[in-house]
């Protein structure tokens, strides 16, 4: 199709990696299993994503995974798809906005105590955000410390203003 996003140089995408932080949920089959036919299906969606989707410079390169109820399977498949898209070679952030009931910091095995609550309530900056071990592209912004008032905290212009700035320092 001759279609190619703006972050690739042309040098090949980095190879899957097997490894992941210590604590890393064994549910990020696209870090552990690169040939798994889960992982085939996660690299799949992401081509038709960059074919349907993707246009940075019209400001299409956040995607929100998102379902009506509980254990449905978002978690994974955004976790997932951020390494996808991170083993393409595109500085992929992943946010769990996910402030009832979040798994992205267990799943990556990462520290709860800061995240995207912090942010939001003005008691963090951008370092809330996490490098992910043996996937050089990819960092996780985890949802934080659950906070009393989800809803509101996500209705703010913080929330759209923050999305933007992190939206600009990121390809996916």
């Known amino acids: 199709l001759g279609y190619r996003p703006a972050w690739q140089s042309g040098v090949p995408p980095p190879a899957p990696v097997r490894t992941c932080a210590a604590g ?5 089959v ?14 799949a969606l992401r081509t038709q994503l960059l074919i349907r ?14 379902s ?17 898209f991170s083993q393409l070679g595109a500085r992929t952030l992943l946010v769990d906005a996910d402030l009832r009931s979040p798994r992205q910091a267990s799943v990556f095995g990462l520290p ?13 900056e951008h370092q809330a955000t996490f490098p992910v071990a ?8 985890p949802a934080g410390p659950l906070p009393p008032n989800p809803q509101e905290l996500l209705s703010r212009p913080t929330f759209a203003a923050l ?9 996916v």
């Not at 989707?53 to 998102?66: F, H, K, P």
């Not at 009506?68 to 996808?84: F, H, Q």
């Not at 800061?114 to 939001?120: A, C, D, I, P």
């Not at 996937?135 to 996780?140: E, G, K, T």
């Open 53 to 66: 989707w993707y246009n940075r410079d019209a400001g299409r390169n956040a995607l929100v995974v998102t």
């Open 163 to 171: 999305m933007t700035d992190l939206q600009s320092l990121h390809d």
């Open 30 to 43: 696209a870090a552990f299993a690169p040939f798994h036919p889960r992982t085939e299906e996660l690299r």
């Open 134 to 141: 043996g996937l050089a592209r990819l960092s996780v912004l």
């Open 112 to 124: 709860s105590g800061k995240g995207l609550s912090t942010l939001l309530s003005g008691r963090g």
């Open 68 to 84: 009506p109820g509980p254990a449905e399977g978002r978690s994974y498949l955004a976790a997932n798809l951020a390494i996808v």
């Open 24 to 28: 890393a949920s064994r549910e990020l």
